[in-house]
């Protein structure tokens, strides 16, 4: 009898390691600003604790901990009431004291988890603060790399997951949630295009076969957005697959992702903690939070933004909206506030202020950029304003005022967008809606001759439709005679330019159709 061998399985396994950048006004030992904005190496930018001189000393930046506080209790981790800093040794030209300052051993926080995607999670390991490193840079005309050393010392927290996650779809997930969490609580800007939000990947890949739950671990790092973690995700476990397949074992290494071939690139042999010769901090005390000036944890749950999830269900109970609607809102604070203060002036028409504010409003800010006058020196000089309802040209008053306007039949909905528009792209901030709604002459057309004379034009150019309406209505087909009467809504709607009323334009259709005089002999 011959036995059937059964198929070798593999099973990857991803973790995470998510460096984000705190939003703090200074760096976490110095008190060099965070800007980004500044040119490479300008001493606003750097202090000397920064560039390590001799002499200098770190001093810990109490907001920093605040914020990385913050960051654990929203996913759940234990805030540990004394943790340590750790000198993490490594010679690299980006970092000039020659070795980071983080916490490994004794961290902030540990033991959270990350909800995300259709009911998955991924526990994490620990939270930790740390300093970041500079960045080489390319030098023009050059073969030559130099170091821009603003970004020394910006404060970051890593939040390590455990190795849970089994596709490179949910890794993706996982880290989109993550940034949208610490977006919306004010953590971090959540901009991985701008380094402000890095991670990296440990990927593993075990056989069927094996005894080991893991196999050889590989780290790539500093992926820089979700595609590129999805992608290298999947090249690694896809070259990890075929290593194991053809007999070969999968060296133990760090790589970095080319987003031009798609795939990864061996950097070194990977380190391990031993090679880090991870050492305690002398020049920091023991990080005591019953020492950092005005930590409470009560205090940092109250100023702490509610979820999404929460505040979307408390738009749908107090203003009735659709809940598709209240979790598109939800999701940015300042885009709640807007719609809370245009509903104070939309009069009770609540869907239709989250529709203008969705379609319309969303719409002009995405596609309209906004300046303002700024002064430096002796100049003025014209900024840029960032795409955001925070920044909208239009406020909530106006859009609560332009929904009354449609809901009193003073304009219509076609008349509100261009409305919008307008105030957005051509008025000054705050214009009254009133006077510009008067300037552009927006006046609907409530019935009236002129109304009447153009029914009559386009029923006479459709006589064919008018004929099966007249029959529709005496055979008491109301679904036959109600499209038909749309489509003569449509082409009305059309010859006045979306300026009449449409409830005077049913009113008006019904009128000339029903007419006993209309002349339909030749219809």
Excluded at 3 to 12: A, D, E, G, N, S
Aim: glycine residues 6%.
């Amino acid at each position: 009898m011959r036995t059937l061998c059964k198929p070798t399985v593999y099973f990857p396994t991803i973790g995470l390691e998510v460096h984000a950048q705190l939003q703090t006004s200074h760096k976490l030992f110095s008190k060099s600003h965070t800007s980004s904005h500044t040119k490479s190496n300008e001493t606003c930018a750097l202090h000397a604790t920064d560039l390590a001189l001799p002499g200098t000393l770190p001093v810990l930046n109490p907001d920093c901990v605040h914020l990385a506080a913050r960051a654990a209790l929203l996913l759940g981790c234990k805030l540990n009431t004394r943790s340590s800093f750790e000198r993490k040794h490594y010679f690299y030209p980006d970092m000039p004291q020659g070795y980071q300052i983080t916490q490994n051993s004794r961290p902030l926080a540990s033991n959270g988890f990350l909800k995300f995607g259709d009911g998955q999670s991924s526990s994490i390991k620990q939270i930790q603060l740390e300093q970041d490193s500079g960045k080489l840079v390319d030098l023009p005309l050059s073969s030559a790399l130099g170091v821009d050393y603003n970004r020394v010392g910006m404060p970051l927290i890593e939040i390590v997951f455990e190795p849970d996650i089994t596709s490179p779809e949910h890794a993706g997930e996982a880290v989109r949630e993550l940034q949208k969490l610490l977006k919306y609580v004010n953590v971090c800007d959540g901009k991985m295009e701008d380094g402000s939000m890095r991670c990296d990947l440990n990927v593993s890949v075990a056989s069927s076969e094996s005894k080991d739950k893991f196999g050889a671990r590989v780290e790539v790092k500093n992926l820089n957005s979700i595609k590129q973690i999805m992608q290298a995700a999947e090249y690694e476990i896809d070259r990890h697959v075929a290593l194991l397949s053809s007999g070969q074992g999968v060296p133990q290494e760090t790589r970095t992702f080319d987003p031009v071939s798609c795939s990864t690139i061996k950097l070194r042999s990977k380190e391990t903690a031993p090679e880090y010769k991870f050492m305690p901090e002398p020049d920091l005390p023991v990080l005591d939070l019953s020492k950092i000036p005005n930590f409470s944890i009560a205090e940092i749950l109250r100023k702490t933004p509610l979820l999404p999830e929460v505040v979307a269900a408390d738009l749908v109970s107090r203003y009735g909206i659709e809940k598709t609607s209240a979790n598109k809102i939800s999701h940015d604070p300042p885009a709640v506030e807007f719609f809370e203060r245009a509903c104070d002036h939309a009069e009770g028409n609540f869907d239709l202020v989250a529709n203008f504010l969705i379609n319309d409003l969303f719409s002009c800010i995405k596609n309209y950029s906004c300046s303002r006058e700024i002064t430096q020196g002796a100049s003025l000089v014209v900024e840029e304003i960032p795409p955001t309802v925070a920044n909208s040209h239009v406020t909530g008053a106006q859009l609560g005022t332009i929904v009354k306007l449609v809901k009193n039949g003073k304009i219509t909905s076609k008349m509100a967008k261009k409305l919008l528009k307008v105030l957005y792209v051509e008025c000054p901030r705050n214009a009254d809606v009133m006077d510009v709604v008067a300037d552009r002459n927006m006046v609907v057309m409530n019935g009236g001759d002129e109304l009447i004379e153009i029914v009559e034009q386009i029923v006479q150019k459709n006589s064919k439709q008018g004929k099966q309406w007249k029959g529709a209505v005496a055979y008491g087909d109301e679904r036959s005679s109600g499209k038909i009467l749309k489509y003569f809504v449509g082409h009305v709607m059309k010859a006045t330019k979306g300026n009449a009323d449409i409830h005077s334009v049913n009113a008006a259709l019904r009128e000339v159709l029903g007419r006993s005089d209309l002349d339909i002999r030749n219809l």
